[in-house]
């Protein structure tokens, strides 16, 4: 194994990759400066800059697709740089068990990162100023924690396959929501924070179930609070909404701290803390029906008795 310096060794990224020998589990530092963007296609490779704002990857694109770097080899680690100004995403990553920490993708227009493959990690990570999602989480088996998605063109998180673990992360002033959950299931959301969205904080689409929204925190958003969404016969169902703080979101009279919409089922809403939301703190669209509703400190729902 060994350690392959840009531009020291090799003038780009590129060809450091290329470079690398047959035996997986080299790495590449890349040093401070501006370099082009890349393709990993050698497995278990390494690649790590000097830090955000030092290491930037703004020249030309990937050489497989538009977007800056292109992960199509499994077991990579990217650390320590920005990337930025790509007219497709910043980092798409197309393989499984990849490890995405300390990045930030900004300016890039489509998503800030494309998660696809499966078991991908990724952690203390920054988009910003993308003109399309924040992060887009398209299939299975993600964790994404302490990452933080500002003033993006779409959602903040756009969480679109199941069972992904979205963990103590930061969605602020983007275009649309928070969080969205696109008709998936088994996913977590714990301990994040939705705060001034212009959508809602965090929506659950239709056909959405035994997702797990649990101790966020959602506040001054321009939609909703918290909204499971039903549309015809496709419905949110058996999600858990719980322990959430849910304050000042909403604008008129179609917004609520929490909304379940009309022939959403089997779901429970337990012990959440809401607060001076437009127009009620709780709306159940169309009464109780087969959802739980329990323990929630409020100031007034719809129908009465919803709140302690």
């Known amino acids: 194994m060994a350690i392959h310096v840009v531009p020291t060794d090799f003038p780009t990224v ?12 080299d790495s590449i530092q890349i040093l401070a400066g501006t370099f082009d963007g890349f393709n990993v296609s050698k497995e278990r490779l390494k690649i790590f800059g000097c830090g955000i704002g030092k290491t930037i990857i703004a020249g030309n694109p990937s050489p497989v697709t538009n977007d800056g770097i292109s992960v199509n080899a499994n077991q990579t680690i990217l650390k320590g740089f920005s990337v930025q100004g790509f007219v497709n995403d910043g980092i798409e990553v197309n393989t499984d068990n990849n490890i995405l920490v300390d990045i930030e993708s900004k300016f890039n ?3 800030g990162y494309e998660i696809d493959g499966e078991n991908n990690l990724i952690i203390n990570c920054l988009a910003s100023f993308n003109d399309s999602d924040g992060f887009d989480l398209d299939t299975e088996h993600h964790c994404i924690i302490n990452c933080n998605s500002s003033q993006n063109g779409d959602e903040g ?24 959950i696109d008709g998936d299931s ?9 705060i001034k969205n212009f959508g809602e904080g965090i929506e659950l689409n239709p056909e959405s179930s ?50 379940v919409e009309d022939s959403a089922i089997e779901n429970i809403i337990r012990f959440n803390k809401a607060k001076n939301n ?13 959802n739980v509703y329990d323990g929630n400190k409020c100031e007034n729902s719809f129908p009465d008795g919803l709140c302690t």
């Open 14 to 25: 590129q060809g450091a990759i290329d470079d690398v020998g047959t035996v997986a589990g």
């Open 109 to 111: 227009s489509d998503e």
């Open 157 to 180: 998180f756009e969480i679109s396959g199941d069972f992904n673990k979205v963990i103590k992360n930061i969605s602020t002033k983007n275009d649309t929501d928070g969080f969205d």
């Open 186 to 194: 088994s996913n977590t959301l714990f301990g994040n924070k939705a």
């Open 210 to 259: 035994n997702n797990n929204i649990i101790d966020n925190f959602i506040c001054n958003n321009e939609g909703s609070g918290i909204t499971l969404r039903v549309l015809d016969e496709f419905v949110s169902m058996q999600n858990v909404i719980d322990s959430n703080i849910v304050r000042n979101n909403g604008t008129d009279d179609t917004t609520a701290g929490i909304l």
């Open 278 to 290: 437009i127009v009620n703190d709780i709306v159940a669209q169309g009464g109780i029906g087969t």
